[in-house]
T-cell receptor
Framework: DGGITQSPKYLFRKEGQNVTLSCEQNLNHDAMYWYRQDPGQGLRLIYYSQIVNDFQKGDIAEGYSVSREKKESFPLTVTSAQKNPTAFYLC????????????FGQGTRLTVV | AQRVTQPEKLLSVFKGAPVELKCNYSYSGSPELFWYVQYSRQRLQLLLRHISRESIKGFTADLNKGETSFHLKKPFAQEEDSAMYYCAPYASNTGKLIFGQGTTLQVKP
């Protein structure tokens, strides 16, 4: 079953702790993205990666970190430096064949208490 | 800076009425433009892309480079069109894909 998988679906963490969100894809896509979705603000780009071992900051990268050691995986770490980490996080991968299209995971809802 | 604006947070229409969801963008170069849709309890998915000039589920979108707009239109809205719609410009030279704030379309019976 091909697709993009985010885990866990719900995540609770105490303030001050780092937490890592998982994103795995078996679509053989080179590019992957992380977005944050907040009510009324749409999707905001956190980080993206076009190829293994390379990634770029998006529009709201502060307080987040990523790695891209494998094509299939693009984990996102929400650090204690992120001032307002409670949000819904979406991961996507992108293909360009035959056309450019992004495929999304089901998301992870992170709540920091 | 690359920006995309969807001015309406909520658009409410009656079944059978025409619909237009607005999207304006500010991008260097020539981005590819897309509309994505998120139905209730489903994943965000591609609705249509400007490069294909296609009509999906009765929706069309025309790229107006002069006005830098990519509005989504449908002549007769259906109840199953109720969803959140996102306009998304993609810059192929950087790989950056951003999304607008989203517009919730509510089609009333």
């Amino acid at each position: 079953d091909g697709g993009i998988t985010q885990s866990p679906k719900y995540l609770f963490r105490k303030e001050g702790q780092n937490v890592t969100l998982s994103c795995e894809q078996n679509l053989n896509h080179d590019a992957m993205y992380w977005y944050r979705q907040d009510p009324g603000q749409g999707l905001r780009l956190i980080y993206y990666s076009q190829i293994v071992n390379d990634f770029q900051k998006g529009d709201i990268a502060e307080g987040y970190s990523v790695s891209r050691e494998k094509k299939e995986s693009f984990p996102l770490t929400v650090t204690s430096a992120q001032k307002n980490p409670t949000a819904f996080y979406l991961c996507a991968s992108r293909t360009e064949r035959p056309y450019t299209e992004a495929f999304f995971g089901q998301g992870t809802r992170l709540t920091v208490v | 800076a690359q920006r995309v604006t969807q001015p309406e947070k909520l658009l409410s229409v009656f079944k059978g009425a025409p619909v237009e969801l607005k999207c304006n963008y500010s991008y260097s170069g020539s981005p590819e433009l897309f509309w994505y849709v998120q139905y209730s309890r489903q994943r965000l998915q591609l609705l249509l892309r400007h490069i294909s000039r296609e009509s999906i589920k009765g929706f069309t979108a025309d790229l107006n480079k002069g006005e830098t707009s990519f509005h989504l239109k449908k002549p007769f809205a259906q109840e199953e069109d109720s969803a959140m719609y996102y306009c998304a410009p993609y810059a192929s030279n950087t790989g950056k894909l951003i999304f607008g704030q989203g517009t919730t379309l509510q089609v009333k019976p």
